[in-house]
C-alpha cells in the first residue's frame, strides 16, 4: 500500500460538488488546512456559517470520497466559517457565529458547563476530570463529558468506551454513554493513534460541531476536559461557551503552580468563574508500610488558593490505583467508591455542583470577550 499524496487527495475531492454553486469544493477554494501524515488525512471544508448545518452531508461526502483512496488510514474534515462570512462583520466587531445568542444556542438542554483546565500537561487533569464527572453522576445528576484535548483524546480509553457514534438523522450524533455519563471526543471519531495536525481554526470548528452537532439531551451539567495551556481550543471555550465555571487542576510544586496560575489568570481574563484548584499528586501513601512521602511538595495549591482568593476543592494522592483504573477504564470512582481516594473525588464533586447550583439563580452568562488593556 503506498502512501496517499496531496494531489491525489484534492482529486478525489473534485468530485464533490457544491449543491448551490453546482461546483466541485476545489474549483471553489472551499478546501483548506489539509494535512496528511502517514495515512491519516485532516482537512476544513469553508462554509457560510448561517448554512453549517445544511452542510453536514457535503462534509460527509468529501470524506467518503478520500476514505475510498489506496493508502488512506483514517479521514477526518471539519466545516468551518470562510473568510467571507468573517469580513462581513462590523469592523472590529465579532463574526456573525460569535456572540451571545450562538453561544447560548449552542448546547440547548445542558444547564452548566464547568471547565475542568490545568497550565501544563502531566498533572493527572483528565483523569480528574472523569473522575470529577463520575462524582457528579453518583449525586443522581444528569452528567455529559466532552473531551476539549483535540490532539491527546484520552475519554475513550478512561471510560472505557469503544466504537463510533452514529447519527439518525445524518445530521446530528447520539453521544457514546458508560456509567450513566454521555461522552464525546474526537478520539470516538479518529483511530487512537491518528496524529492530529490541525490548524487552529479547525482545532475551533471541530470543539464547536462536538458541542452543537450532538444529542446531549437535557443535562445538569457537562464537564469539559481542556486540553493543557492557554491556546485556541481554551479561548473558543471560554469565548463561546456560556460557562458557568472552571476548575483548575495543579501538582503542589512550584513550576507546576505557575503554569496553573497562568490558566487561572486567562479564565479570569475572560469573565469565566474558577470554582477552584485541585491539588492532585499530594502526596504518596506506601500501600505496605504507610509511610507518607511527599513527592512533588505538598500543600501547594492550597497555598496557592488562599493566595489568589480562590477556594482549595481538595487533594488527591499520587497512587496506582488510581493510574492502573483510569488506564483500564474503570475510573476509582465506579471501580472502588468506598475507597479514600474516591470519596476524594466525590467531595470535590459535591462542592463543585454546590457552587454551580448557588449561582444559578444569576443572569444566563453572555459569552465573555477578551479586552486587552
Not at 490548524?199 to 475551533?204: E, F, I, K, L
Request: a negative charge; charged letters at 20%.
Amino acid at each position: 500500500m503506498g502512501q496517499v499524496t496531496e494531489q491525489q487527495i484534492l482529486k478525489a475531492l473534485e468530485a464533490v460538488v457544491e449543491p448551490e454553486r453546482k461546483q466541485d469544493i476545489v474549483s471553489l477554494g472551499m478546501v483548506s488546512g489539509l494535512v496528511v501524515k502517514d495515512g491519516n488525512v485532516g482537512f476544513a471544508i469553508e462554509v457560510d456559517p448561517r448554512k453549517g448545518t445544511q452542510m453536514e452531508p457535503l462534509r460527509k461526502a468529501a470524506e467518503q470520497a478520500v476514505d475510498a483512496l489506496d493508502g488512506v488510514l483514517s479521514v477526518t474534515a471539519v466545516l468551518t466559517a470562510h473568510s467571507e462570512a468573517a469580513a462581513g462583520a462590523p469592523q472590529g466587531g465579532p463574526a456573525p457565529a460569535a456572540g451571545p445568542a450562538a453561544a447560548g444556542s449552542m448546547v440547548p438542554g445542558v444547564k452548566s458547563i464547568v471547565a475542568v483546565a490545568s497550565g501544563k500537561g502531566g498533572v493527572g487533569k483528565s483523569t480528574s476530570a472523569v473522575n470529577l464527572a463520575l462524582g457528579l453522576a453518583t449525586l443522581g445528576l444528569k452528567v455529559g463529558m466532552l473531551d476539549a484535548d483535540i490532539y491527546g483524546p484520552s475519554l475513550p480509553r478512561m471510560m472505557g468506551i469503544s466504537g463510533r457514534p452514529v447519527s439518525d438523522d445524518g445530521r446530528t450524533l447520539r453521544p457514546m454513554e458508560n456509567y450513566g455519563v454521555k461522552c464525546m471526543s474526537m478520539g470516538f471519531l479518529v483511530a487512537e493513534d491518528t496524529p492530529m495536525i490541525w490548524r487552529g481554526p479547525m482545532v475551533q470548528s471541530a470543539l464547536q460541531q462536538m458541542l452543537r452537532d450532538v444529542e446531549w439531551g437535557e443535562l445538569d451539567i457537562m464537564i469539559v476536559d481542556m486540553p493543557p495551556g492557554t491556546g485556541d481550543a481554551q479561548l473558543t471555550m471560554a469565548q463561546q461557551v456560556p460557562l458557568s465555571g472552571a476548575v483548575i487542576v495543579s501538582t503542589p510544586q512550584d513550576i507546576a503552580l505557575l503554569d496553573a496560575r497562568k490558566g487561572l489568570n486567562m479564565f479570569r481574563k475572560v469573565d469565566v468563574p474558577v470554582l477552584g484548584i485541585v491539588e492532585n499528586m499530594s502526596y504518596f501513601a506506601c500501600p505496605n508500610c504507610g509511610h507518607v512521602s511527599h513527592v512533588f511538595s505538598h500543600g501547594g495549591a492550597r497555598r496557592e488558593a488562599e493566595k489568589l482568593g480562590m477556594e482549595f476543592l481538595g487533594e488527591v494522592p499520587l497512587d496506582i490505583e488510581i493510574r492502573e483504573t483510569s488506564d483500564g477504564g474503570r475510573p476509582i470512582v465506579v471501580s472502588n467508591p468506598e475507597s479514600p481516594h474516591a470519596k476524594a473525588f466525590t467531595a470535590i464533586a459535591q462542592r463543585v455542583w454546590d457552587k454551580v447550583a448557588a449561582a444559578a439563580g444569576d443572569e444566563a452568562r453572555q459569552a465573555p470577550k477578551i479586552v486587552m488593556q
